[in-house]
């Protein structure tokens, strides 16, 4: 989804829980189900711990878990809240 163009959170729409929409630029891009997640919780600006907690919940995996996940997505991609 960077491909060193950063996407602002707000323009994007999730779209049957795989595709984010860039309503902006117009560009699809393809997402797995705990990325859709976490860009709707920070959509919503669901603060950074109950994020974590409740991807943790969600995926049924622990909190460092989680945490780590989340952390590693957040790196992975270039978006402007």
């Keep these: 989804m960077n491909g060193g163009n950063a996407v602002h959170l707000s323009n994007l729409k999730i779209i049957n829980g795989c595709i984010a929409f860039d309503v902006c630029s117009g560009k699809f891009h393809r ?10 919780e920070l959509k919503r600006q669901t603060p950074l711990g109950k994020l974590v907690s409740s991807y943790s919940r969600r995926y049924q995996i622990s909190p460092s878990v989680a945490a780590r996940d989340v952390e590693l997505f957040l790196n992975d991609i270039s978006v402007i809240r």
Aim: hydrophobic residues 60%; without cysteine.
């Design 31 to 40: 997402v797995s189900e705990s990325a859709a997640f976490v860009i709707s």
